[in-house]
T-cell receptor
């Protein structure tokens, strides 16, 4: 079985500052990892994903994440945030034997202040 | 290409009433899912389907039923609504076995309140 822990429920940050949203996971099998973003009153959309290969993954809107197998982490980073990045971010994991059962973390609410 | 659509967007029910939420996707995806989203709990899988005519239970199936009579549609039913079912419901779909895209595509959600 898999589980996902997002270590911060809320992250306030000033505009143009860097941000890191932390995600740890546990699994007895190899996994695929995802970050999704949910803007207010919308559904989730994929930000980036790690399937295999390079551990540094780049996504949309200037976000990137690094897969660390030894620490079972997949932290999301952005060097300079904008007001428009205010949203809820979900880390998710799927076993690589079949991607249809995805476990989502509880979410981290990023609030960018002017 | 509308992606994943959900009907209705909002609904208020009284305890004991029934309703059906409709999800439709136009991407020819094999897999479809119903989730509920509650504050601080992320998304929890209610039921899912790996193809037309097949359904399976997820993490929190009690009080819900589903049907997948057509590949593009996935219906979620509440036979006797309870206040504990007040939530935001999301439908999602994904390709089958596509190693490039193990990602899910989400609808805009249905906000359900049970009084």
């Amino acid at each position: 079985a898999q589980s996902v822990t997002q270590l911060d429920s809320q992250v306030p940050v000033f505009e143009e500052a860097p941000v890191e949203l932390r995600c740890n996971y546990s699994s007895s099998v190899s996994v695929y990892l995802f970050w999704y973003v949910q803007y207010p009153n919308q559904g989730l959309q994929l930000l980036l994903k790690y399937l295999s290969g390079s551990t540094l993954v780049k996504g949309i809107n200037g976000f990137e994440a690094e897969f660390n197998k030894s620490q079972t982490s997949f932290h999301l980073r952005k060097p300079s945030v904008h007001i428009s990045d205010t949203a809820e971010y979900f880390c998710a994991v799927s076993p690589n034997t079949g991607g249809f059962k995805t476990i989502f973390g509880a979410g981290t609410r990023l609030f960018v202040k002017a | 290409n509308a992606g994943v659509t959900q009907t209705p967007k909002f609904r208020v029910l009284k305890t004991g009433q029934s309703m059906t939420l409709l999800c439709a996707q136009d991407m020819n995806h094999e897999y479809m899912y119903w989730y509920r989203q509650d504050p601080g709990m992320g998304l929890r899988l209610i039921h899912y389907s790996v193809g037309e005519g097949t359904t399976a239970k997820g993490e929190v199936p009690d009080g819900y039923n589903v049907s997948r009579l057509k590949k593009q549609n996935f219906l979620l039913g509440l036979e006797s609504a309870a206040p504990s079912q007040t939530s935001v419901y999301f439908c999602a779909s994904s390709f089958q076995g596509d190693r490039v895209t193990y990602e899910q595509y989400f609808g805009p959600g249905t906000r359900l309140t049970v009084t």
